[in-house]
């Protein structure tokens, strides 16, 4: 018993590290990367001790919300049947009434996808709300791997109102991924393995 104790959160720590690392982003000291497009200002700011992004909008233009990629062309392809989520949180007290809030657009060379994952009856005033949206193609559509496996852009609509007149909070930005059942399944059986070794020589 004692062995499995050891073994399995190392065994969960391998499937971890054998599938494609989750992305979490908890502003606690910065925007990490993270950027608005020309119709918004991003601002970092702490609340309560815990850090998140305010984007005000600027324009009539859509206030677009982007993830840093870290380059030309990524692949995403191990996020596929993971989920992408982020917390909102309308921060200048008026409800979302523009059907634009809460698009998140995947974009590659070979095309976009959009999908509006916040519901349109949902008011995130004042408190803040968990939207998620699975990363399948039962969900997407059946173009959604090759965009993951060649993805050049993630943004998230942060246009809640029609005109500038709304500033939004955004925290705990998070992609994560599933492990492959054949890399898990192994990793379990190993750990069955050793486990019932150390279980003989106790007995024996």
């Not at 930005?173 to 379990?188: D, Y």
Request: aromatic share 6%.
């Amino acid at each position: 018993m004692r062995v499995t104790r050891v073994l399995l959160p190392l065994a969960l720590s391998l499937v971890t590290c054998v599938a494609q690392a989750d992305l979490l982003y908890t502003f606690d000291n910065d925007a990490q990367g993270f950027s608005l497009n020309a119709g918004g200002a991003l601002v970092h700011q702490t609340e309560s001790g815990n850090g998140f992004l305010q984007a005000t909008d600027l324009d009539l233009s859509d206030v677009l919300l982007s993830l840093p990629l870290g380059g030309a062309t990524v692949d995403w392809s191990g996020y596929a049947g993971g989920t992408l989520s982020f917390d909102a949180r309308i921060l200048n007290g008026t409800p979302p009434d523009w059907p634009g809030f809460g698009v998140v657009t995947l974009s590659s060379a070979s095309g976009s996808l959009s999908l509006d994952i916040v519901p349109a009856d949902t008011d995130p005033t004042p408190n803040w709300k968990t939207y998620s949206v699975t990363l399948d193609a039962a969900t997407w559509g059946a173009s959604l791997p090759s965009v993951l496996a060649n993805l050049q852009s993630v943004t998230i609509n942060l246009e809640s109102g029609n005109g500038p007149i709304e500033v939004v909070g955004v925290d705990n930005v998070r992609v994560t991924a599933v492990p492959e059942p054949g890399v898990v399944a192994m990793v379990l059986a190993g750990v069955a393995i050793v486990g019932t070794a150390g279980l003989r020589r106790r007995q024996g």
